[in-house]
């Protein structure tokens, strides 16, 4: 800002992030980042075969299999959460990202409005993809920017 520069941010919201991690792609990236294939079973195991049921004044409803996400109030979920979401700064060219748990905010500043403009625009469409390779989605109601 000192130097003249146009600036913007914009504060990214994932879509119920914890619950629809797709273990499917978890796994592969905790085998690309050298886990060990014991190591990886065991958290196969600890992924797979969840059920959850819900109390209502209570009655207990049925069980009901789990397919995503990973389980909250653990001491392993949020580590599994960043392994996930770690390589998504590798999909942006021109803006730089600050991630903290579920929240990301990507920057990008320039010597025009029109230069900051197409920047976080060409970022944010790279993070479309990402997010959709990734079976994510954003919050649009709870995602802002800020010039």
């Known amino acids: ?4 520069f146009f600036n913007i941010a914009v504060f990214l919201d994932l879509q119920k992030a914890f ?9 592969k990236k905790l085998d690309f980042y050298g886990l060990e294939t014991s190591a990886l079973n065991l958290l196969k195991s600890y992924l797979e075969n969840r059920t959850q049921m819900c109390s209502v004044n209570g009655t207990l409803s049925r069980k009901k299999l789990i397919t995503c996400g990973v389980p909250q109030g653990s001491i392993l979920g949020p580590l599994l959460f960043l392994v996930y979401i770690n390589d998504l700064p590798n999909s942006l060219e021109y803006s730089s990202t600050r991630m903290f748990a579920d929240d990301t905010t990507l920057t990008a500043s320039g010597k025009s409005v029109a230069d ?5 625009n060409y970022d944010l469409a790279n993070v479309k993809r990402w ?17």
């Open 19 to 27: 619950d629809t991690i797709n273990h499917v792609v978890l796994l």
């Open 131 to 147: 997010l959709s390779a990734n079976k994510l989605s954003l919050n649009l109601v709870k995602t802002e920017y800020l010039y």
């Open 116 to 120: 900051v403009e197409m920047a976080i």
């Open 1 to 4: 800002m000192d130097r003249g």
